[in-house]
């Protein structure tokens, strides 16, 4: 993970018994002098993430928040099992520890990985650090790379050839995101009625299936400071499966902002892709295009979807904060931003179709 500098005490609502895990983890992993130090690290809009710090050893616990969550999202017996299958083919997981299925423990699974050590870049660059054109430039070029890679990956060695249904992926998704949003649906939202029938009208051919991340983003890797910012690991793999490349890429520029987008957009940026030398989402597209030999005959579906679905997720959270699942301050305002997808998504449509 990234550094333990990063890590800050524990949210009230995200605590644990510490004591109850530790004496789980210690008859499972020899050495372990504990109960050890916990701290947590920032986001956790969706699974949580903690630093645990033992005296010669640190490891990274994942668990799912608390509150009502989707039948499908939280899986932590699926994320540490790609995980797992990766580690021997893919170089950008980090080693799994152990899975804990038993709730008494923490009343729900979690599992414990090692921690990698890399620098984690989220809106803004640390105090400090510089990135000029060309190196901008390269980290976002370096980052589809690695996209285009996990794309390429045996799934059959990985052991993964069943983690998905295979063809039919952009159906399901589009069906299935509207479900979503359907039961996490507050007054103060729009209904998205324009943009799921479009959707739903306009589906492309699947291009191939392949595992994919599904949150593949640059506040999900890891990067070394000491090598030109090359990708050491990729983080949060609890939405992988077998699915579309494109539907995927769609989904990664969802989070893209770039340089000229609207005072809106630029509010929402997680990610330093707003800086000079980034490739712009554009030059993404045609540079994963050109990597794979993949011909994109329209990309306007694949970014409506991107938008749809992170408005969705965005939804999903703000869901539970309206209904006092969480108290996060974070999440309060969630619920705008949702409205702002909604319009930006027919000014793509309506911009697609011009």
């Known amino acids: 993970m990234s550094g333990a500098g990063e890590a800050r005490p524990v949210r009230a609502e995200d605590s644990f018994d510490v004591a109850a895990v530790h004496e789980w983890l210690a008859a499972r992993v020899d050495g372990l002098a504990g109960p050890p130090e916990v701290r947590q690290f920032p986001g956790g809009a969706s699974n949580l993430t903690y630093l645990l710090v033992y005296p010669d050893r640190e490891l990274i616990l994942r668990r799912p928040p608390a509150g009502e969550k989707a ?22 997981v980090p080693p799994m520890v152990a899975l804990c299925e038993d709730h008494a423990i923490l009343g729900d699974d979690f ?13 803004d660059l640390p105090e400090g650090m510089t990135l000029e054109p060309p190196r901008a430039r390269a980290l976002s070029t370096g ?16 052991g993964l050839a069943d983690l998905g249904k295979g063809a039919g992926y952009i159906r399901r998704q589009v069906e299935g995101w509207s479900r979503r949003l359907d039961r996490s ?5 729009p209904a998205f009625t324009e943009v799921r029938d479009w959707l739903a009208a306009n589906q492309p051919e699947e291009v191939r299936i392949c595992l994919i991340h599904n ?4 506040d999900n890797v890891l990067l070394d400071p000491e090598d030109d910012l090359a990708v050491v690991g990729i983080l949060d793999w609890e939405m992988a499966t077998l699915g579309d490349p494109l539907m995927e ?8 902002v770039q340089a000229d987008d609207d005072e809106v957009f630029q509010a929402s940026r997680r990610q330093p892709t707003h800086l000079p030398g980034m490739l712009t989402r554009a030059e993404v597209v045609d540079h994963y295009a050109e990597r794979t030999g993949t011909a994109i005959p329209n990309w306007t579906f694949y970014e409506v979807y991107g938008l749809f679905r992170l408005a969705v997720v965005l939804q999903q959270i703000y869901y539970r904060y309206h209904h006092g699942q969480t108290h996060n301050p974070a999440f309060k ?11 930006r998504c027919r000014r793509v449509i309506d911009e697609g179709s011009g």
Not at 143 to 158: G, K, P, Q, S, T
């Open 215 to 218: 949150d593949f983003r640059l």
């Open 143 to 158: 980052l589809i790379d690695r996209l285009v890679e996990l794309h390429e990956v045996d799934v059959e060695a990985a």
């Open 333 to 343: 305002d969630f619920w705008m931003f949702v409205g702002y997808l909604e319009s």
């Open 249 to 256: 890429l769609g989904t990664t520029l969802s989070y893209w």
């Open 71 to 92: 039948a499908s999202a939280h899986d932590m017996r699926r994320e540490y099992r790609v995980q797992a299958g990766l580690a021997p083919i893919f170089p950008y």
């Open 185 to 189: 649906h507050t007054p103060n939202v």
């Open 111 to 123: 599992y414990v990985m090692e921690r990698i050590d890399g620098l984690i870049l989220r809106g």
